[in-house]
């Protein structure tokens, strides 16, 4: 089988964001990047159905800035077998990275069997890449995805839904399926994982390489801003039995009236 | 001048043996330290990951580790939990004997199978009466035809009740002192091993520590490391590879006291600001840090020397003497800034600096490195 994983790399999640003086993105000089943790359960489970199905060839799929390429190295000493590198700007947008995507899976000649990626990137929480490649490839795709079993030459596909409500769908093969927290627990990479990860090959192409051009993009980034900051707690004293009545229906009061929780 | 940066392949190994660390055995540490118990689950899993038995040869299954990728990862296991590190690194301890000393054949018999499954091995050394003076151990190995038989008793063997392979030191004459000393393997099951109870102790309390007795125990004598008699010679070289992994160890649970501290003296508030702010806890903090570095440069180039091939000893000592008492004095320090909560098992530094106080012991005491240091420097 031909699997392919689309992974992103995101910043780290302890990461301070500050956006940049033009407020088209976010600084990213002193950023630590990480393979997006959505990505981790969809390596995890192309390692899987690796295991499953012998000579299988599990390829990772990136599209970004390439100062660092943390993202597709964890996933190789994961156990992906290789990895195509499209080298971009950090803010790249959803449409032009799937289209991105579309043209390494056709430039890399094979004919891919399943597609996984992570349900969103926790960095701009777009949750639209599955969908818009499965469009643009003629595939089903199916989203937040909690359980993954192959069925002859498709797969059988457990969704989540509002309210923890189970969907169960089947798709034909070939397929995008877009892994949510749940579906398996993803490995640590070993260290001789990491060692060997070394001597994987990496792909790059850049944005032209794989039929994407300036044009493509849907969407500008304009004023990035951090949200406003929080106005400081007020705090009650009532350790006074005195007191105590009046202060629990002040409290009662605020909470209806200016926090709006009750 | 040295590069002090890390490979970026060594990078990458301290972060997965950090996560390791950090996700898997830091939670569970004070658990296993009440219960007293080797967490072997944990063990397994860390073995799976490439983190155990570092010292194997390629050749043999292993990583192929240099010194430093190996003290990389004890630093940051041990930030995790001492005792389980204690447990990881007295594999390394039992295993160098045969990675430096044994034969292509006595390698491919013993270490292999290490790679191929977690199996758990003892440094038998130590005795009732001998510890820092070990080159009088009474343990014996006599020649009974092409064989050889093993007597005597040795104590605070580190994963005893556990292990499928010992590598025990014992002299084939007493009166020869250390020119008598051997070592030999021998394995688990063998008639005449008797395995004491575990040891009640202070720290390290999840690592398994017995005293063991050997009964007329037939040792074959493709089991005898280089020749009889050349015993002390493996250990002493043993101990050079070992010691920048215990300084390690030290050094990663002391890193570990020090965070918890950094944390604690940002959030805890007195006399209406928090304790970061008071100049005496400052000046603790500064300390702890200066010895964190120096510690770690230590463990640095003890493990470098070896890794050009040169001579460690001195700084072997130097790295095992200074991390191991540092550690001790930043965790005790940690448990201070702490105050009350730091002398309670619900916070997590006590632990810290019970465990520290082994390290201190074991593998050399800090006394036995200065006689070390002082026979290096005078000679």
């Given amino acids: ?262 | 001048m040295t590069d002090y940066n890390y490979a970026p392949e060594q990078v990458e190994i301290r972060e997965a043996a950090l996560k390791f660390a950090k996700n898997e055995m830091l939670p569970r540490a004070g658990e296993f330290d009440q219960k007293q118990e080797l967490p072997l689950e944990i063990l397994t899993k860390a073995w799976e990951l490439g983190l155990v038995n570092t010292c194997i040869p390629t050749e043999y299954g292993g990583a192929g580790f240099s010194t430093l990728d190996a003290v990389i990862i004890s630093e940051s296991l041990a930030y995790g939990c001492m005792g389980m590190n204690t447990a990881i690194m007295a594999n390394d301890l039992a295993l160098l004997p045969i990675a430096l000393f044994g034969s292509d054949e006595q390698k491919k018999r013993f270490l292999t199978p290490f790679t191929e499954s977690y199996k758990i091995a003892s440094f038998c050394l130590t005795e009732p009466e001998q510890g820092s003076d070990a080159a009088s151990i009474k343990t014996t190995l006599k020649k009974d035809g092409d064989d050889y038989i093993l007597n005597g008793q040795k104590m605070w063997i580190t994963n005893a009740g556990y292990a499928d392979l010992f590598v025990v030191y014992a002299t084939i004459d007493p009166s020869l002192k250390h020119k008598g000393i051997t070592a030999c393997v021998v394995e688990k099951g063998t008639k005449g091993i008797e395995i004491g109870k575990a040891e009640h102790k202070m720290g390290h309390r999840c690592s398994d520590t017995r005293a063991m007795n050997f009964n007329n125990v037939r040792i074959p004598a493709e089991n005898i490391l280089m020749k009889a008699g050349s015993g002390w010679e493996i250990a002493k070289k043993t101990l050079d590879h070992s010691r920048p992994l215990v300084a390690a160890s030290a050094l990663g649970g002391a890193q570990c006291a020090f965070d918890h501290a950094i944390k604690y003296a940002k959030e805890r508030k007195q006399f209406g600001k928090p304790l970061a702010k008071h100049q005496a806890i400052q000046f603790m903090l500064a300390d702890m840090a200066i010895k964190l570095e120096n510690s770690r440069n230590l463990v640095h180039k003890a493990a470098w020397l070896l890794d050009e091939g040169k001579e460690n000893t001195k700084i072997a000592s130097f790295a095992k003497a200074y991390a191991a008492d540092s550690c001790m004095e930043i965790t005790t320090d940690a448990v201070q800034i702490f105050g009350g909560y730091g002398y309670s098992v619900e916070y997590p530094v006590e632990k810290l600096m019970r465990d520290a106080k082994l390290i201190q012991i074991y593998e050399g005491t800090s006394q036995i490195q200065r006689l070390i240091i002082a026979r290096e420097i005078l000679n």
Avoid: H
């Avoid at chain 1, 777009?126 to 499965?134: E, F, G, H, S």
């Avoid at chain 1, 990496?202 to 051009?213: C, I, P, Q």
């Fill in chain 1, 1 to 262: 089988m031909n699997i392919f994983v689309c992974v992103k790399q995101v910043p780290d999640t302890e990461t301070k964001v500050v956006p940049t003086g033009d407020g088209s993105y976010i600084e990213t000089n002193s950023i630590k990047w990480i393979l997006n943790p959505y990505d981790e359960f969809a390596v995890e489970q192309a390692l899987q159905v690796k295991a499953a199905n012998s000579g299988s060839t599990i390829t990772v799929v990136r599209v970004g800035g390439v100062k660092d390429t943390e993202a597709l190295r964890t996933a190789m000493a994961m156990g992906a077998d290789e990895a195509i590198l499209i080298e971009a700007g950090d803010n790249v947008d959803s449409y032009m990275t799937a289209k991105a995507i579309k043209g390494a899976i056709e430039k890399s000649g094979k004919n891919p069997d399943l597609i996984l990626t992570g349900k969103q990137a926790i960095d701009d929480d777009c949750l639209q890449v599955p969908q818009l490649l499965a469009q643009m490839l003629g595939m089903p795709s199916v989203s937040v995805v909690v359980g993954f079993e192959q069925d002859g030459d498709g797969y059988v596909l457990k969704r989540e839904i509002e309210g923890g409500t189970i969907e169960v769908y089947s798709a034909n093969s070939p397929a995008v399926v877009a892994c949510n927290k749940g579906l398996n627990t993803p490995r640590y990479p070993s260290l001789p994982g990491i060692i060997k990860a070394k001597r994987k090959p990496m792909e790059k192409w850049t944005l032209s390489d794989v039929g994407v051009a300036d044009s493509d993009r849907r969407v500008n980034y304009s004023n990035f801003q951090l949200p406003p900051e929080k106005p400081p707690g007020k705090k009650f004293e009532a350790m006074d039995e005195g007191v105590q009545a009046s202060v629990v229906s002040e409290v009662v009061n605020l909470l209806r009236t200016e926090a709006k929780v009750i």
